[in-house]
């Protein structure tokens, strides 16, 4: 009997038992929602009628159609926004509030990420509709969280990477604060709100009751200062830039190559007494001043210098070839374009090619969960505007197609 390839047959995602309901704009909030989609979650992305998502607009590059023309999507805006479903609500007005209040009747979890207050004023807060469905784990993402003094403060990700001290530490020591390349708070707001969302789901289980989830990006990228925040509470010595240099571990930077650079990355004594035989420089790892990850890290000035110049002795393929043939952790320094033609990276298959509304293919990234039994199921990309908004009224409410151009005549949707 052949085995059956059909979509029936594939298994379903973990979390395709969910509803979810996402309000949410921009990355942070798109990028949870997302990662749930991406599990099998149906996610339903309610956007302001004729103008949608910020994001939509942040380009160029748009994704070209098949006619070779621009659309209205962004690659911002792809990047976060794959497998779900677009619908268009004015939650400025009366009807409009009654379909988002419907739509949470029967909904698992509704994201969303408006100034604090402002949802209130709508009749969609918390409070509001968990009087019309107590199950319904509500999730609030914010600049600074739903209490403080700067709650009411609005705020993008550059002015967080500045305020939780991330700009502080990343750069050259000689130059400015530097921000990262990618929006990394709204990226790592999105994780943690995804993970707070998913332990809400299973405390439901247990208690049957949902719970409100207060996510701040600011408390998100505080979070991650992690070892270096304890660096300083341990020595009271204000963390500085380090430009490539870690600073617990040495030799963990990059180093100049005869062509190139390379990525070194020694996190024990035993890689370091490998990389030392590697580099031809075996005396250093007899040496009590670098013995132990503690030492080296005190007596970095005199052990990077022998370091650098024996570097300078080969190539960075060279050394990778070499570094790796002994264990010790190493890389080039990619571009996008070399990541994404690098062999591991294409086996492990991270470049996606998804359907569109368009009518063309769009380039996605995958996400980097695998899950043995569930796997993660790419489907579709990111939607077009309202792409979905007569089917999902419809099938989630049950209102007819005269309602809805009812509704559409009156801009509600």
């Known amino acids: 009997m052949e085995p059956d390839h059909t979509d029936a047959a594939r298994p379903r995602g973990a979390l395709s038992h969910l509803k979810v309901l996402d309000l949410t704009r921009v990355l942070a909030g798109p990028w949870a929602t997302q990662t749930l989609a991406d599990m099998g979650a ?23 159609d098949a006619d070779g023309a621009e659309t209205r999507d962004s690659s911002y805006f792809l990047s976060a926004n794959r497998g779900k479903r677009s619908i268009t609500v004015d939650l400025a007005k009366p009807e409009g509030q009654a379909l988002i209040v419907a739509l949470a009747r029967d909904s698992d979890v509704l994201v969303e990420n408006y100034k604090v207050g402002t949802l209130a004023r709508y009749g969609l807060d918390y409070d509001s509709l ?34 939780g001290g991330l ?24 994780v943690y709100t995804s993970t707070a969302i998913l332990a809400a789901v299973e405390h439901r289980h247990v208690s049957g009751a949902g719970q409100h989830i207060d996510m701040s990006l600011l408390d998100c990228v505080v979070t991650i200062s992690s070892y270096q925040a304890i660096n300083y509470f341990l020595s009271g010595r204000v963390p500085q ?55 080296r890290n005190r007596h970095r000035a005199t052990l990077i210098p022998p370091i650098a110049q024996a570097m300078l002795a080969r190539t960075m393929a060279e050394w990778v070839e070499t570094l790796q043939a002994v264990n010790v952790p190493c890389g080039p320094i990619y571009d996008m374009e070399q990541v994404f033609q690098d062999p591991h990276v294409r086996h492990r298959g991270m470049q996606l090619s998804l359907p569109h509304g368009a009518g063309v293919e769009t380039p996605s990234v995958a996400n980097p969960i695998r899950l043995s039994d569930t796997p993660l199921r790419y489907e579709r990309g990111a939607p ?26 009156k801009g509600i949707v």
């Not at 019309?132 to 009411?152: E, H, K, M, W």
């Open 241 to 295: 830039r380090m430009g490539n240099a870690h600073s617990n571990m040495v030799p963990y930077q990059v180093f100049a190559c005869k062509q190139g650079e390379v990525i070194v990355a020694v996190g024990n004594d035993a890689q370091f007494r490998a990389f030392c035989g590697a580099i031809g420089r075996a005396e250093l790892a007899a040496d009590e001043r670098y013995a132990t990850a503690g030492a």
């Open 384 to 409: 077009t505007l309202g792409e979905h908004t007569d089917a999902v009224l419809r099938e989630r409410l049950g209102l007819s197609q005269a309602r809805i151009a009812e509704l559409r005549a």
């Open 42 to 64: 149906e996610v339903i992305k309610v956007e302001r009628p004729g103008e949608g998502d910020d994001t939509r607009g942040w380009g160029p590059p748009f994704l070209v």
């Open 167 to 190: 700009m502080s530490i990343t750069g050259d020591p000689a130059g400015e604060p530097m921000k990262s390349g990618i929006a990394i708070t709204d990226l790592l707001t999105g």
């Open 130 to 163: 968990r009087a019309v469905n107590p199950r319904l784990i509500y999730c609030s993402i914010t600049g600074f969280g739903q209490d403080g003094p700067y709650a009411p403060l609005p705020g993008y990700d550059f002015v967080f990477q500045g305020m």
